[in-house]
């Protein structure tokens, strides 16, 4: 009997979901400036990658190079990315509009503690910050998930069990 492969896009899927679910209760909570909640999503989605390499490699009966286990664990990171970018286009402009203005909030606190930045040039950054946020949280989104899940992906191929010669059936 062979094994199904669970695919990328369902595995995207779900980390797609649980990351959304952990910024929607940030947003609720306003748990903005516990910087270290961060790294608890991006925590989940590295072990969501290495999981799901593990699983793949498990359900080919570790008949898998490398480079399979790591092309996998990326397309899984492209569905994750793809899912990202719409949920943060939506959320800014449609389901949280006044996200931005809380985090430009936070951005002008940060700025007034820098004792170089004048009024003047706080206003300036915020301005401009506030013109292109949403092509800088969509650029960050795909950026940040790729480079996360290249390493993740990596990771994953490098944990995940292969046979030596993948082209060789397994005898049991």
């Given at each position: 009997?062979?094994?199904?492969?669970?695919s990328?896009?369902v595995?995207?899927?779900?980390?797609?979901?649980?990351?959304?679910?952990?910024?929607?209760?940030?947003?609720?909570?306003?748990?903005?400036?516990?910087?270290?909640?961060?790294?608890?999503?991006?925590?989940?989605?590295?072990?969501?990658?290495?999981?799901?390499?593990?699983?793949?490699?498990?359900?080919?009966?570790?008949?898998?190079?490398?480079?399979?286990?790591?092309?996998?664990?990326?397309?899984?990171?492209?569905?994750?990315?793809?899912?990202t970018?719409?949920?943060?286009?939506?959320?800014?402009?449609?389901?949280?509009?006044?996200?931005?203005?809380?985090?430009?909030?936070?951005?002008?606190?940060?700025m007034?503690?820098?004792?170089?930045m004048t009024?003047?040039?706080?206003?300036?950054?915020?301005?401009m910050?506030?013109?292109?946020?949403?092509?800088?949280?969509?650029?960050?989104?795909?950026?940040?998930?790729?480079?996360?899940?290249a390493?993740?992906?990596?990771?994953?191929?490098?944990?995940?069990?292969?046979?030596?010669?993948?082209?060789?059936?397994?005898?049991?």
């Amino acid at each position: 009997m062979e094994n199904k492969i669970t695919s990328h896009i369902v595995k995207g899927v779900i980390l797609s979901t649980l990351s959304i679910v952990f910024s929607v209760i940030v947003y609720v909570f306003n748990l903005y400036e516990l910087t270290w909640l961060s790294w608890i999503n991006y925590l989940i989605f590295l072990g969501g990658l290495v999981y799901g390499a593990v699983l793949f490699s498990n359900e080919s009966n570790h008949n898998v190079t490398f480079g399979n286990v790591f092309a996998h664990g990326f397309k899984t990171t492209s569905v994750v990315i793809v899912i990202t970018c719409v949920y943060t286009f939506l959320s800014m402009k449609f389901l949280f509009p006044d996200m931005v203005d809380k985090i430009l909030e936070m951005s002008r606190k940060q700025m007034e503690k820098n004792p170089k930045m004048t009024d003047e040039m706080i206003e300036q950054a915020i301005a401009m910050t506030k013109k292109y946020f949403l092509p800088f949280a969509l650029g960050g989104a795909i950026i940040g998930t790729g480079i996360l899940g290249a390493l993740g992906s990596l990771l994953g191929a490098a944990i995940a069990k292969k046979n030596p010669n993948p082209f060789q059936d397994s005898i049991n």
